[in-house]
């Protein structure tokens, strides 16, 4: 099973908008309302912003949204914060598998 | 609040058996959930490896599926990886997560142990 694809780098200034896309097929994004979007800072655990597409976890600011569209999904981060700055995954859900996405890095 | 600790040997000579174990506190495994592991090589991105749950049923990606074990010891409160016939390809940070089967996400994560592949 393929990397989902991901732009390498995407960056907005404080207060802006950034959106991050996540490609696949519909065998795994396109296929299925389960991806999920993983917020990663150098040396820090992995955190769950989004998962079944849209849902936010308790403790995620409501700035992180999710979205899907065909085989694609987004992650939307609005009144960006310097806190924000960080790598990016998004993952979905297979029939046979479990996949993760290439990654974004996200300058604020 | 469920927290997750990786441990094991950094280095790996290749053709061995890399082995790692997660110790898990917070919350019990055997009340539920799945348990898995994930990897990130050196500079690039995230590849699932494999889940089990209370039960020991096993799932694997497919790429590594002949050479990965999973297992879960209730007693301890941990579950483990072993990775057979190691390459320089498998030199990694190895997180060990907590994985919600009805929506397919993993919702807490160990910080990570680097695992290098060198003779």
């Known amino acids: 099973q393929s990397a989902l694809t991901q732009p390498p780098s995407a960056s907005g200034s404080p207060g802006q908008s950034v959106t991050i896309s996540c490609t696949g097929t519909?065998?795994?994004?396109?296929?299925?309302?389960?991806v999920s979007w993983y917020q990663q800072h150098p040396g820090k655990v992995l955190k769950l912003m989004i998962y079944?597409?849209?849902k936010r976890p308790s403790g995620v600011p409501d700035r992180f949204s999710g979205s899907k569209s065909g085989n694609t999904a987004y992650l939307t981060v609005s009144g960006l914060q310097a806190e924000d700055e960080a790598d990016y995954y998004c993952?979905?859900?297979?029939?046979?598998?479990?996949?993760f996405g290439t990654g974004t890095k996200v300058t604020v | 609040q469920v927290q997750l600790q990786e441990s094991g040997p950094g280095l790996v000579k290749p053709s061995e058996t890399l082995s790692l174990t997660c110790a898990v506190s917070?919350?019990?495994?055997?009340?539920?959930?799945?348990w898995s592991w994930v990897r990130q090589p050196p500079g690039k991105g995230l590849q699932w490896i494999g889940t089990?749950?209370?039960?020991?049923?096993?799932y694997s990606t497919p790429s590594l599926k002949s050479r990965v074990t999973v297992s879960v010891d209730t007693s301890k409160n941990q579950f483990s990886l072993k990775l057979s016939s190691v390459t320089a390809a498998d030199t990694a940070v190895y997180f060990c997560?907590?994985?919600?089967?009805?929506?397919?996400?993993?919702?807490?994560w160990g910080q990570g142990t680097l695992v290098t592949v060198s003779s």
């Open positions: 997560a907590r994985y919600t089967s009805s929506g397919f996400y993993f919702d807490s």
């Open positions: 917070g919350y019990s495994i055997s009340s539920g959930y799945y």
């Open positions: 089990i749950n209370h039960s020991r049923d096993i």
């Open positions: 519909s065998s795994d994004v396109g296929g299925y309302n389960f």
């Open positions: 079944e597409v849209t």
């Open positions: 993952s979905s859900y297979t029939a046979i598998d479990y996949v």
